[in-house]
């Protein structure tokens, strides 16, 4: 059953955004590729085939979309382990960013779940990756200073520097423990 958030105005407008499972063969799962590769380069991503195989056979991955009627607004892909939830990618479409779209979906993670989050975001070197980590701080995550490099989704990619934000709660020495399930678990690094 889908989940609803509250109401919120959107371009002079009520909308109710539903929460619905993406899966391989849904109605959703075309328009989440398209946004996906629309928002993260290619380091930052998983290869199609290795996606849906994570989507069948890992029940601690989940994928899910918001959408308003049948609209595709956005998507959230998140792992649960059993310290803390880890947000991999939060993505919403182009013409509806700036609405509450994406706090929603980071918020609705946070409660359905109920543990400390941990997701990682670009260094800060310009305004737009200073906005993203200040759009995440103003939901509760403080960035960290623990060192980290996001491993290669493939073979042939690199390694890329990057942060890691938690929600309060979390202690550097939490978020270097949350390090390596990452590494062994989301990116199958030994």
Not at 44 to 69: C, H, P, Q, S, T
Not at 85 to 107: D, K, N, S, T, W
Not at 116 to 124: D, R, Y
Request: charged share 30%.
């Amino acid at each position: 059953m889908p989940q609803k958030c509250d109401k919120f105005k959107q371009k002079n407008r009520d909308i109710v955004i539903n929460y619905k499972e993406i899966s391989p063969e849904g109605d959703y799962f075309e328009s989440f590729w398209q946004l996906y590769n629309l928002s993260f380069p290619p380091e930052e991503r998983r290869e199609r085939a290795d996606f849906l195989r994570i989507m069948r056979e890992n029940a601690a991955f989940k994928a899910l979309a918001a959408v308003d009627d049948k609209n595709f607004k956005g998507f959230v892909t998140f792992w649960r382990f059993p310290a803390f939830c880890y947000i991999e990618h939060l993505a919403v479409q182009p013409a509806e960013r700036g609405a509450g779209i994406g706090g929603e979906l980071l918020e609705m993670v946070k409660a359905r779940t109920g543990l400390p989050v941990v997701l990682e975001v670009e260094t800060p070197v310009d305004e737009l990756t200073r906005r993203r980590i200040g759009f995440y701080q103003r939901h509760g995550l403080r960035l960290s200073d623990v060192a980290y490099r996001q491993p290669p989704y493939d073979a042939g990619k690199p390694w890329v520097p990057m942060r890691l934000m938690a929600t309060a709660a979390m202690t550097d020495e939490q978020l270097r423990l949350a390090a390596q399930v990452l590494h062994r678990e989301v990116y199958g690094q030994a």
